[in-house]
């Protein structure tokens, strides 16, 4: 690896680091920069857009959003919220397997938002430090990119790594991503199992239960979808989508 290599790499990690700091539209803005220069003062070519990938990336978004449209995401947050609700003595290893697996089955980590209030509800009404569950639920949200079918990584994964003379499918990844994945988050969830004191042990946490108004803020009310009614067409909607999703998948 020359010098010029080295600056190449340099700007890249650069682009990303400063794009994330900002976030939003910042990363691509900024990432945009990093390539001008790679391009007008290293003189590297620009690549051809990823067009399948892109074509993968707008078919399983657009299947997802008619699936929220219809409803058919409140029944999903329905059920994993039932599984937490019936053990939530071991929310910490179930909220992150429910994380995973929505994202798995959806493509997108987005799909979590409504779940995560619930996971913290179940937690704080059982007395659970809140972070013990959320922690690890957040990252598998994200983890479980790795693990779909449909994601945009796995599809980008595939698209290269056929490209460059590696025959790969999407079956074939997620049968190694999918059983490393559920391994290191059961691991996560172990280690955050105790992390940080029992919240009837806090001193902090006590305190701020004095205030009357924090308390009936943390236990008055909780957040729940189970109180509301799902129809038929939502159900439907989602086998139509996982029916959908395992025929792209095996073809």
């Not at 059982?126 to 569950?133: S, V």
């Not at 999407?170 to 994945?181: E, F, K, R, Y």
């Not at 001193?203 to 803020?217: A, G, M, N, V």
């Not at 729940?224 to 038929?232: N, P």
Request: overall charge positive; proline content about 5%.
């Amino acid at each position: 690896m020359d010098i010029v290599m080295i600056l190449e790499l340099l700007i890249v990690l650069g682009a990303l680091y400063v794009g994330s700091r900002y976030g939003s539209l910042a990363l691509g803005a900024i990432s945009g920069i990093g390539l001008a220069l790679l391009v007008l003062c290293f003189g590297l070519k620009p690549g051809n857009p990823p067009t399948d990938v892109i074509y993968i990336i707008i078919a399983a978004v657009t299947c997802a959003g008619m699936m929220q449209a219809s409803g058919g995401m409140d029944w999903l947050i329905q059920l994993a919220e039932k599984l937490l609700r019936k053990h939530p003595n071991h929310i910490t290893f179930f909220a992150p397997l429910c994380t995973f697996f929505l994202t798995v089955l959806v493509g997108t980590g987005h799909v979590v938002y409504t779940l995560m209030p619930i996971i913290c509800d179940i937690a704080l009404k059982k007395g659970i430090r809140p972070e013990r569950p959320c922690g690890v639920a957040s990252i598998a949200s994200q983890v479980g990119i790795t693990c779909s079918p449909i994601a945009a990584a796995v599809a980008s994964f595939v698209v290269i790594s056929n490209a460059n003379g590696f025959d790969v499918n999407n079956l074939q990844v997620i049968g190694v991503t999918i059983p490393a994945c559920v391994c290191g988050l059961m691991a996560a969830a172990a280690l955050s199992y105790k992390r940080g004191l029992d919240l009837d042990k806090d001193p902090k946490f006590q305190e701020r239960l004095k205030d009357p108004k924090t308390k009936e803020y943390m236990y008055g009310d909780s957040a729940t979808l189970l109180d509301k009614k799902i129809s038929k067409e939502a159900k439907r909607a989602v086998y139509i989508f996982v029916g959908a999703l395992a025929l792209i998948v095996m073809y």
